[in-house]
């Protein structure tokens, strides 16, 4: 009965509900792509962040084009993936060893999901600008957007569950979702993405995160990480 009220709480039904409307995002998105509806606006928004006279370069100083490169390698996957081996050693060098499995299972499940569904759309890269940094896989979704979005929101849930104050802990959302919004912008920015490449990165890796979240609630992390 003390797990059927647990689905019950509030909270835990609220991020189910956010989990399945981001899913419908990246579904809604995702069939739009491949219909081929979305080339239009996303042609559009490319374009629109490109001088006419001058494709190879975004609009903006120079110094705007390198503070871009600069917030797009925070969701690079050596990054991602050094930042998320830090974390887990700290958790399991403090005594915190289904948290730090928690995570590493989480962020490496995530980005294997990204790699299939790149795999499963391929999508090519867009072909209208040049793009300012260098990429290799395919397009849809983004991995920058979808990772950064499971690694950064899965932290931050983390660090949530650690403070009790409600404003610390929708200040650590914030900078989560911030940080994972600002990579998936600067990837359209570049130029190496669609918009709605992101847009799909975005919504499968907040589903992904949310999902977790509520795993999280199972006790799959240790009780010193959640209090």
Known sequence: MSRIRHWLEPRVLGVILAAASALWVFI???E???EGEARSIDAAIL???????????????RWLEEFARDV???????????LVAVVALFLLLSGSRRTSLFLLLATGSGAFAAALLKQGFDRPRPDLVPHATYVVSASFPSAHAMVSAVVYLTLGALVARMVHRRRLKLYVIMVAAGLAGLIGVSRVYL?????????????????????????????????????
């Open 191 to 227: 130029g190496v993405h669609w918009p709605t490449d992101v847009l799909a990165g975005w919504a499968a890796g907040a589903a992904w995160a949310l999902a977790c979240w509520v795993a999280a609630q199972r006790g799959l992390v240790d009780e010193g990480a959640g209090q």
């Open 32 to 34: 739009e792509v491949a």
């Open 47 to 61: 374009l629109s962040l490109r001088t006419a006279d001058a494709l190879a370069d975004p609009l903006g100083p």
């Open 28 to 30: 809604g998105v995702a």
């Open 72 to 82: 797009t390698a925070l969701g690079s996957p050596g990054v991602l993936a050094m």
